[in-house]
């Protein structure tokens, strides 16, 4: 169930209806708070408000607050749009679930409908002295909300839509993606590829990807089944009724209420989630650089401010990493497909290397982030920024006119090898004087 509720959650923070629908739920719950003590408190108040001018105030701020709300939802899309075209059309999720806009979008919506049900309420019942001072004060509340909320706008809407925000929050999701669960292959055995020979292979009921993992549900059944299960998938991977996602064994163990259970433990969305899928989170920050360098935009400052960016979010990668090779196993009757280096570096620096081959200043610095990636000196990440080096360099080699660039960078790719056959001959950095 906790599961479950995490995913319930996630979905739901995503969402860019759900905070103005609390909102409003919000506003009428205190104009009925404010009929249901009008009808129960009998004193005198200081402050008297008739009726009519309580409705023009509302009326007022209920026009006002329409108006604000439209402009607001415009600004959102447009932001959104804005994002789609100078990144990745899936970072507008980032826009639509942005916190800030969210909550004074519900400031505006709350503070509309509060205004018209007061309005209805005052028409259609007797609120009284005391029922129309609390409509009031409630309408003060929100009016202070609303300010706080526009103050709060009017600096993010500036800032919603740039590029250079979204690459950040890009950023901040994939270093928030990695953690030890995550690159621990989610606390269970790293599958080796190898299916053992007494197993029943588990076939999706869907298409689509792979979202969640119910690892704690998994691991229950193994144990109350005496079974192993091998999960030849991950957050990320494509689910298709024809691949097996999980083997089951021994087989024998493999009853139809166990292949149910594993097939719902195996989360299934219709697009990918960046809450644990690294890899989806550099992709994304890929192609904001591959647009850049279309010969539509023909921005190389950009693609080479994301390579910047990947090496921090790839450098933390390594050291969680390292950090969690000696973390115990938390379900040891699993088994999950790894995530490899040479996947993240792929995913990462592929696309650069083919379609900026051309840009000398892109082709250098894909060779110096390379480089500070072998620096790390962590084995798996050393021999894949090696490979990614050799490949960049052929895609570089006949894309570039003058012979003096060429020769340039096959001086950085030369460092590159070198300096990754030394720390793969002498494991210890200490060793070697850079």
Known sequence: MGFRLKRLQAQLERELWLRPALASLFAIAMALLAYWLGGRYEGKIALKIDEESLVALLSIFASSML???TFTVSAIVAAASTVSTSTTYRASQYV???????????AFIAAFIYSIF??????AFEYGAVGRFIL??????????????FINWV???MQLGRQETILTKLTEVALAS???ETVHHWGAHAWDGRVPPDSCAVYPQTYGY???LDMSRLQAKAEEMQATIILATRPGEVSEVTAAIAYISPASTATDEFITTVCTAVAIGQRREATDDLRFNLINLTETADRALSSAVNDP?????????????LAHWAEVSQQSQTAELSYQRLSVLPMTAEELVTDSFSPIARDGAGFIEVGIRLQKVLLALVRLNYPPLTQAAQHMSAVALELAEPALVAQIQRERLRGLAKQVQDLADQLQSFPSIDQIAL
């Open 210 to 212: 792979v979202v969640g």
């Open 178 to 180: 990695i953690n030890p």
């Open 136 to 149: 009031f004060l409630g309408l003060l509340l929100i009016v202070g909300f609303v300010l706080i909320a």
């Open 301 to 313: 400052g950009t693609a080479i401010n994301v390579l910047h960016l990947q090496l921090k979010v």
């Open 67 to 69: 108006s604000v709300a």
């Open 155 to 157: 600096d993010h809407a």
């Open 96 to 106: 639509l679930s942005d916190k800030k806009a969210q909550l004074v979008l519900s």
């Open 118 to 123: 007061s309005i209805l309420a005052l028409k």
